[in-house]
Nanobody, 115 residues
Framework: QVQLVESGGGLVQPGGSLRLSCAVSGMDLSFFTMGWYRQAPGKQRELVASITRGGRPEYADSVKGRFTISRDNAKNTVALQMNSLKPEDTAVYYC?????????WGQGTQVTVSS
């Protein structure tokens, strides 16, 4: 059974940093492009960052230059380093393959940016 477990969220002031982690079990994530998604209240879920099997990252314009995605295939984990956080980054963050996976979403991790 595949499990996607996100962690590392919390409450942070504007300009602060957080590092999110995603632990994957039941699936070898080295076969997939992995993504970090987020969903803010009242908004659709959006892809904010992805990383290919070979380690090439891509970012949504809204987070470019502030977020860094990374992966460790040996540990079956994906991380998202978030710097210079803004109130509009407040959302529940999820990790998931960007394609080829049809299972459930993880529970996500809440990120709240507020003074």
């Amino acid at each position: 059974q595949v499990q996607l477990v996100e962690s590392g969220g919390g409450l942070v002031q504007p300009g602060g940093s957080l590092r999110l982690s995603c632990a994957v079990s039941g699936m070898d994530l080295s076969f997939f492009t992995m993504g970090w998604y987020r969903q803010a209240p009242g908004k659709q879920r959006e892809l904010v960052a992805s990383i290919t099997r070979g380690g090439r990252p891509e970012y949504a314009d809204s987070v470019k230059g502030r977020f860094t995605i990374s992966r460790d295939n040996a540990k079956n984990t994906v991380a998202l380093q978030m710097n210079s956080l803004k109130p509009e980054d407040t959302a529940v963050y999820y990790c998931r393959p960007t394609a080829g996976y049809y299972g459930s979403w993880g529970q996500g991790t809440q990120v709240t940016v507020s003074s």
